[in-house]
T-cell receptor, first 114, second 117 residues
Framework: DTEVTQTPKHLVMGMTNKKSLKCEQH?????MYWYKQKAKKPPELMFV???????INESVPSRFSPECPNSSLLNLHLHALQPEDSALYLC?????????????FGSGTRLTVV | AQTVTQSQPEMSVQEAETVTLSCTYD???????LFWYKQPPSRQMILVIR??????QNATENRFSVNFQKAAKSFSLKISDSQLGDAAMYFC??????????????FGTGTLLAVQP
C-alpha cells in the first residue's frame, strides 16, 4: 500500500458544527502532515507529527485541533470554523521527519464552511 | 530564510511538443533537496522528480528532466512529448537536509500548464 487516504473527499459544515477530517497511511511512515491549500495557491503547512508527537504547529488557530492516535492515523478536528477556512486540506506522510527524501500526499478534503 | 520563485503563472504547450517550466530559489545552504510536484484536477500532489543538491547529474524520469544549475540557484523542469494528462498545476519545492523546525517543504507559487490537442 503506497497511498495516503483522506476522508471525506468533500465536506460542507456550518460555522457552529464540529467535524473531523481523517488521514490514513500504511506505509510505515513516522511523520505526518496537514496542509491547507486555497485555490491556485501552494499548500501551506499547518501541523507536523513525528513519531505520533506534535512537532510543528504553524500558529494555527485553535479551532483546528490535530490528533495522531497511532502511527497510521491522523485526524484534524474542526470546530467553530469561519467561511475563510474553506479550502482543500491535504494530508501527507514521509518515512521520517528529519531525513524525508520524499513525501506522499493524499487527494485532500474539499471543505466548505457556510 | 529560503524562498522559491516560479515566474510563470501559466504556460501552454501543444501535444507532443516540449515545454520548460522555470524555478529559482534562494538559500545559503550547500545541501538540500529540490522537487517538482504535479497537482492535476484530481487534487493529489504527485512527485514528478527529485534532485539532491550534492549530485551534479540532472535527474530524469521518463519524459521529465531537470536542468539543475546550483550556482545560479535554478531548477527548471522540461517535459518532452507533452501529453494531455500532463495538464496540471506544477509546484517547485525546496527542503533542507538538516533537521529542526526549518525542515519543511517550501513551495513556489506554481505554474498552471495547459496542453493543447
Amino acid at each position: 500500500d503506497t497511498e495516503v487516504t483522506q476522508t471525506p473527499k468533500h465536506l460542507v459544515m456550518g460555522m457552529t458544527n464540529k467535524k473531523s477530517l481523517k488521514c490514513e497511511q500504511h506505509m510505515g511512515h513516522r511523520a505526518m502532515y496537514w496542509y491547507k491549500q486555497k485555490a491556485k495557491k501552494p499548500p501551506e503547512l499547518m501541523f507536523v507529527y513525528s513519531y505520533e508527537k506534535l512537532s510543528i504547529n504553524e500558529s494555527v488557530p485553535s479551532r483546528f485541533s490535530p490528533e495522531c492516535p497511532n502511527s497510521s492515523l491522523l485526524n484534524l478536528h474542526l470546530h467553530a470554523l469561519q467561511p475563510e477556512d474553506s479550502a482543500l486540506y491535504l494530508c501527507a506522510s514521509s518515512q521520517d521527519f528529519n531525513r524525508a527524501r520524499t513525501y506522499t500526499f493524499g487527494s485532500g478534503t474539499r471543505l466548505t464552511v457556510v | 530564510a529560503q524562498t522559491v520563485t516560479q515566474s510563470q503563472p501559466e504556460m501552454s504547450v501543444q501535444e507532443a511538443e516540449t515545454v520548460t517550466l522555470s524555478c529559482t530559489y534562494d538559500t545559503s545552504e550547500s545541501d538540500y533537496y529540490l522537487f517538482w510536484y504535479k497537482q492535476p484536477p484530481s487534487r493529489q500532489m504527485i512527485l514528478v522528480i527529485r534532485q539532491e543538491a550534492y549530485k551534479q547529474q540532472n535527474a530524469t524520469e521518463n519524459r521529465f528532466s531537470v536542468n539543475f544549475q546550483k550556482a545560479a540557484k535554478s531548477f527548471s523542469l522540461k517535459i518532452s512529448d507533452s501529453q494531455l494528462g500532463d495538464a496540471a498545476m506544477y509546484f517547485c519545492a525546496y527542503r533542507t537536509v538538516y533537521g529542526g523546525a526549518t525542515n519543511k517543504l517550501i513551495f513556489g507559487t506554481g505554474t498552471l500548464l495547459a496542453v493543447q490537442p
